[in-house]
Antibody, heavy 118, light 108 residues
Framework: QVQLVESGGGVVQPGRSLRLSCAASGFTFSTYTIHWVRQAPGKGLEWVALISYDGNTKYYPDSVKGRFTISRDNSKNTLYLQMNSLRAEDTAVYYC???????????WGQGTLVTVSS | SYVLTQPPSVSVAPGQTARITCGGNNIGSKSVHWYQQKPGQAPVLVVYDDSDRPSGIPERFSGSNSGNTATLTISRVEAEDEADYYCQMWDSSSAHVVFGGGTKLTVL
């Protein structure tokens, strides 16, 4: 069955960096666009980034553009999110989610918590 | 950038019908998707492309989209339907995914 498992979260000081990973299984990873979506404590869902199946197309909202970088390794069935210059407002649970090919998310990981605090 | 507006909360008695709206400029011309999220869990897709249901989602969940409002309708509401619901769409003009602010459904 389709599985997405995030890892790499933790507590980090403001201004520092962190890299999240998302290990995929149960489907042909290299044929799907994948997204990162985050949720601050007690808040709604916020889209963070997407990467096309081949890694050639990437999009970000203004809130993370220039600080976050999404990438993938299709040989390892793994998605990454490199987060630099972290801010307190980046504190959230970060989910990876598979795009169903219709710009919606049919499978989600369980999420990994990132806390930015001094 | 495109904005999706949801009511913060909706309350309904068991067995009744809940309607959760998602407002946006000419949203009827776009495909809208809906997610259910229970506390401590990842979101689950319950309606996609305005009105289609993924396999395993009860027929009680349905959707519509016209004009400036998309609507998620939950018929014969059950206690287990109590959750947060989010609408979502792809804004091709900005190449951004957009989520509504979410609606907390309370089953009285």
């Amino acid at each position: 069955q389709v599985q997405l498992v995030e890892s790499g979260g933790g507590v980090v000081q403001p201004g520092r960096s962190l890299r999240l990973s998302c290990a995929a299984s149960g489907f042909t990873f290299s044929t799907y666009t994948i997204h990162w979506v985050r949720q601050a404590p007690g808040k709604g869902l916020e889209w963070v980034a997407l990467i096309s199946y081949d890694g050639n197309t990437k999009y970000y909202p203004d809130s993370v553009k220039g600080r976050f970088t999404i990438s993938r390794d299709n040989s390892k069935n793994t998605l990454y999110l490199q987060m630099n210059s972290l801010r307190a407002e980046d504190t959230a649970v970060y989910y990876c989610a598979r795009d169903s090919l219709g710009w919606n998310f049919d499978y989600w990981g369980q999420g990994t918590l990132v806390t930015v605090s001094s | 950038s495109y904005v999706l507006t949801q009511p913060p909360s909706v309350s309904v008695a068991p067995g009744q019908t809940a309607r959760i709206t998602c407002g946006g400029n000419n949203i009827g011309s776009k495909s809208v998707h809906w997610y259910q999220q229970k506390p401590g869990q990842a979101p689950v897709l319950v309606v996609y492309d305005d009105s289609d249901r993924p396999s395993g989602i009860p027929e009680r969940f349905s959707g519509s989209n016209s004009g400036n409002t998309a609507t998620l309708t939950i018929s014969r509401v059950e206690a287990e339907d109590e959750a947060d619901y989010y609408c979502q769409m792809w804004d091709s003009s900005s190449a951004h995914v957009v989520f509504g602010g979410g609606t907390k459904l309370t089953v009285l």
